[in-house]
């Protein structure tokens, strides 16, 4: 158990050498390591080592936070454009009742207007025909 142990440890550190031997290679991370931010790092191997795990570590959060906020900004611009929708409808829906009832309005005016136009001549020509008689000029 113990020999089993020993080298599936110095299997794994043996892939550990090769990834920063691998990263030590990369041209990109040499470049970073060259400013003078990398050089700090290079000088404080346990302040890089905290800040490797914050950055991993706090990728989770940030990334959820992201979503959240896209998530409720999309919701905020559905939310309004069905507001608006609904205002529009509500508006046009009153438009409608408005005009509705100006048109009664006026097919009820006309209607009562056309009935004196018409019933007054023909009760002063019923009851007052001297004052409706038309007078012959020729």
Known sequence: MQRGS??????????????????????KLAQVMNTRVGQYLRSRPFLALALLLFSAMAALPIGLFFLFALITIVMSVVGFVFFEAFLLFVGGMTLLSVLSGIALFSLLVSVIVTGVFVT????????????????DTA
């Open 6 to 27: 020993s080298s599936l440890t110095q299997q794994l550190g043996e892939r550990w050498l090769t990834l920063l031997r691998r990263l030590q290679d990369d041209p």
């Open 120 to 135: 007054i001549p023909n009760l002063l020509k019923r009851y007052y025909p001297h004052v409706t008689k038309v007078k």
